[in-house]
């Protein structure tokens, strides 16, 4: 199985502030990432496909990077409704894999 | 506009059977594949299982090939998971979800706990 590591697991920063998140696989899986966030009570919502695509109706502010083994996903000026949350996947192989998430809040 | 429902969750003993369902609407189901992911607090999103639109093509995870069916009731919009043989560490939060690489839309969630 492709083991899919995110960090930080959690992160605290300021409205306003960028924030990075980090994803590496085990094995190369070119560009099939996908990024989702998860707020709490709710579902995982798809928000980067392909590493760098932006789901329709998402803002711009989100944007993902990246392939091979070593990915980013980025909140340019961090908002109070992005508290969450965010999970990479592999499409690579299955099983299909998810990374542990990394929990974003507010200072 | 879309919407994905699942039911069937519940408090079931270890070795015990549960069927979870899937209801769509605003879309059709025979248009896509159609997954099963389950989230643990501890061991976090699982993908389980997909199945192919016409449903000609399946697989699962190896921790339930063989005690899970999934299959789908395309007249119907309906998807279903089958779950034989349950043990304690599948108790989770089952979603149902479009696609089989990309997850566009997602169900609520359904919560499975097996427990004697």
């Known amino acids: 199985d492709i083991q899919m590591t995110q960090s930080p697991s959690s992160l605290s920063a300021f409205v306003g502030d960028r924030v990075t998140i980090t994803c590496r696989a085990s094995q190369a899986i070119t560009n099939y990432l996908n990024w989702y966030q998860q707020k709490p009570g709710k579902a995982p919502k798809l928000m980067i496909y392909?590493?760098?695509n932006l789901e329709s109706g998402v803002p711009s502010r989100f944007s993902g990077n990246g392939s091979g083994t070593d990915f980013s996903f980025t909140i340019n000026s961090l908002q109070p409704e992005d508290v969450a949350t965010y999970y990479c996947?592999?499409?690579?192989?299955?099983?299909?894999?998810f990374g542990q998430g990394s929990k974003v809040e507010i200072k | 506009q879309v919407q994905l429902v699942e039911s069937g969750g519940a408090l079931v003993k270890p070795g015990g059977s549960l069927r979870l369902s899937c209801t769509a609407s605003g879309f059709n189901l025979s248009d896509h594949y159609m997954s099963w992911i389950r989230q643990t607090p501890a061991k976090g999103l699982e993908w389980v299982s997909y199945i192919s639109n016409r449903g000609y093509s399946i697989y699962y995870s190896a921790s339930v090939k063989g005690r899970f069916t999934i299959s789908r009731d395309n007249a119907n919009n309906s998807l279903y998971l089958q779950m034989d043989s349950l043990r304690a560490d599948d108790t989770a939060v089952y979603y149902c979800a479009t696609g089989k690489r990309t997850y566009n839309y997602w169900g609520h969630g359904t919560l499975v706990t097996v427990s004697s």
């Open positions: 996947q592999q499409y690579d192989n299955l099983p299909r894999t």
């Open positions: 392909a590493a760098s």
